[in-house]
């Protein structure tokens, strides 16, 4: 399978706690807090997997906003990239995992391949820049109005990954 790498930006805690939940579920991988080495520790994995909760109307997170330009320097050649992406679709039901959306587009733009994708059924919102052709671009959880459903949805999207790997 190669190598996995799991990054993320969190500032409440929940996408921290679905990056240690993914790495479970994988059995492997080394997780990582998003900073200004992100293109330099990107090089050392074959499967990257990059999380991000949304804030505010549709913002990324602290950590993300200040080392999205990061990304432009990493080598996006040869890797599987995956997406995850925490949200509350009752209070920001327009801009529902946004965050995800601009860093798909960032490494899509840097030649990644991104795997993973996840169907929206299940969630409720009007509108998501993270859904393309009817699908999430990666995993989507939220805690806020479904915790219910997390380790489920993480347990799923893990294996389905494995596959797509």
């Known amino acids: 399978m190669g190598k996995i790498g799991i990054f993320y930006g969190s500032t409440g805690g929940v996408t921290a706690e679905v990056a240690e939940a993914i ?5 492997e991988g080394d997780v990582h807090e998003v900073d200004s080495d ?3 520790q990107i090089s050392d994995y074959s499967v990257v997997l990059l999380g991000t909760s949304t804030w505010g109307e549709g913002e990324l997170q602290d950590d993300w906003e200040d080392f999205i330009d990061e990304l432009d320097d990493a080598d996006f050649s040869g890797k599987k990239i995956a997406l995850f992406g ?47 052709d009817g699908q999430f671009v990666g995993l989507v959880i939220d805690e806020d109005n479904q915790a219910d459903l997390t380790a489920d949805r993480v347990n799923r999207w893990v294996e389905q990954l494995k596959q797509e790997i």
Do not use: C, H, L
């Open 23 to 27: 790495k479970t579920a994988f059995g």
């Open 38 to 40: 992100i293109a330099d």
């Open 86 to 132: 925490t949200g509350d679709q009752d209070g920001y039901p327009d801009t529902f995992v946004d965050g995800m959306g601009t860093i798909y587009e960032r490494v899509m733009a840097n030649g990644g391949t991104v795997i993973g994708s996840w169907s929206t059924d299940g969630y409720e919102y009007d509108g998501s820049t993270a859904e393309i």
